[in-house]
């Protein structure tokens, strides 16, 4: 199962969360070298995992397995913040129909394709039970054809330039019910998402959150 | 041209890619733009496994007729560097940039120098990797090329969406009708353990019937001939898991 986790429900998963950022150090940090991410405590811990971000985490038994983070780019993104060039040609997305999609992961043990399909079709279900219209990601290039395999319509902003030794685009990916059919089938399994907790609101949540960063920027 | 206008034109030429549905239209399109850059020739391919012949791995192509059966009749595939790189890199690579030793590796050196002849002096190369392990590629051809730090990623993203694109036209995604509903999909994975209909309808609660229906229609969306068959076709399908 493939768990959301967000502000109004983190107080039933504080322990996944905390254990979450530890793996995510072992993967960005030991394992890709992402060392800019490195911290002494272990658990890597970016300026975007705050009370707006959205966690779907695979765990089995309460251990992560994998996952993904979501974040309204009605908020200053890793994308429009970081990664600007990248999105050069057609703008980085400002819409409470369009959230960012980043930190994908999949343990060491669990890398099969499978595994990582199963999380590609949660963030579709979600996004779509969300009403939420497109994702926007920073990704490296050869994963395009991943992609493009899974029947994923991707939209490049930019054109691809080396990130760290990696040829790296930025793009977003359609959310519609044919995309979520295409890779249900491919891994025979539906409503792999799973919601504790009250009710989640994404739309609202980035409509005030844009309102705010307005409010703060007038006043 | 500047780095934003080699990729307002290169997302432009993407996002028209769509209006053509006929392979030969794409390559058209594909080798006006890449002519822009001073290709000649194109070759959009996967990548032929021991067992597999190299001529039945091309997708499409725009290479001098003459080269084509030079490089299949000498199985220059086999000896080439450039797709010898290409299965290892996941980067985007001109051709002289894959390395072979000249004194140990004759046929790399043979292909390399016959490719001039055609002219084919200087390439560059796009590969691709799917999700199954699929290895494909874009290989881009000629001689006097705008090939640097601001077109190669132009280059690099307009391949990978030819390929898509030519590789949807020609292997179209089964109709929707062709899906399997949740029911069809349970009682094919009840028929790979060895159920038969009257267990699958037990077992769903369900009359026998009824789970032969959801058989049937399931066999005949899958093209199977019968339910081994349709078993098969399944799991190797991925819709079900063995």
């Known amino acids: 199962m493939i768990h959301v986790i967000s502000a109004v429900n983190r107080h039933l998963y504080e322990d996944v969360l905390d254990q979450h950022f530890r793996v995510r150090h072992e993967i960005f940090v030991e394992e890709r070298k992402w060392e800019a991410l490195r911290r002494p405590d272990n658990r890597e811990i970016d300026a975007y995992d705050n009370e707006d971000a959205i966690y779907l985490l695979a765990l089995e038994n309460r251990r992560v397995l994998g996952g993904s983070r979501l974040y309204p780019t009605t908020k200053p993104t890793m994308m429009s913040e970081v990664f600007p060039h990248l999105a050069a040609v057609r703008g980085c997305p400002v819409d409470a129909q369009i959230w960012e999609w980043s930190r994908f992961f999949v343990t060491r043990e669990r890398r099969d394709g499978a595994f990582n399909l199963q999380l590609m079709a949660a963030a579709q279900e979600f996004c779509l039970d969300q009403g939420i219209e497109r994702l926007c990601l920073v990704m490296e290039t050869w994963w395009l054809p991943r992609f493009h395999d899974i029947g994923f319509v991707v939209t490049p902003l930019g054109l691809p330039a080396l990130v760290e030794n990696s040829w790296t685009m930025a793009a977003t990916i359609e959310i519609n019910q044919e995309s979520l059919n295409v890779v249900r089938d491919k891994i025979g399994m539906k409503n792999l998402v799973h919601q504790d907790g009250p009710r989640l609101d994404c739309i609202a949540h980035a409509n005030t959150c844009g309102r705010t960063a307005a409010q703060r920027k007038s006043a | ?242």
């Not at chain 2, 080699?6 to 996002?15: Q, V």
């Not at chain 2, 494909?136 to 969406?161: C, F, Q, T």
């Not at chain 2, 609660?205 to 399931?218: F, G, K, M, S």
């Open chain 2, 1 to 242: 041209m500047s780095a934003v206008d080699y990729g307002r034109e290169a997302l432009d030429f993407i996002e028209g890619l769509g209006a053509y549905d006929r392979v030969p239209d794409a390559m058209d399109a594909l080798a006006v733009t890449f002519g822009r850059y001073g290709f000649e020739h194109i070759i959009v391919t996967g990548l032929p496994n021991p067992d597999q012949r190299f001529s039945q791995m091309v997708l499409a192509k725009r290479w001098p007729a003459e080269w084509f059966s030079l490089y299949t009749e000498k199985s220059y595939d086999r000896v080439d560097p450039v797709i010898r790189k290409c299965r290892q890199s996941v980067n985007p690579f001109e051709w002289s940039e894959a390395p072979y030793d000249a004194e140990l590796e004759p046929g790399a050196v043979e292909v390399m120098r016959r490719a001039a002849d055609f002219r084919m002096s200087r390439g560059f190369v796009v590969p691709i990797h799917g999700l199954t392990g699929y290895e494909a590629g874009v290989s881009l051809g000629g001689v006097h090329l705008d090939l640097n730090a601001r077109s190669k990623p132009a280059l690099h993203l307009i391949a990978m969406y030819g390929f898509d694109h030519i590789r949807r036209l020609l292997a179209p995604s089964p109709h929707p009708s062709a899906r399997l509903t949740p029911r069809e999909r349970e009682v094919i994975a009840w028929a790979s353990q060895g159920k038969s209909a009257w267990e699958i309808g037990e077992i769903l609660n369900i009359t026998q019937r009824t789970a032969e229906e959801h058989l049937a229609t399931a066999a005949r969306k899958l093209g199977a001939v019968n339910r081994t068959h349709a078993v098969a076709i399944a799991i190797r399908q991925r819709i079900i898991n063995p």
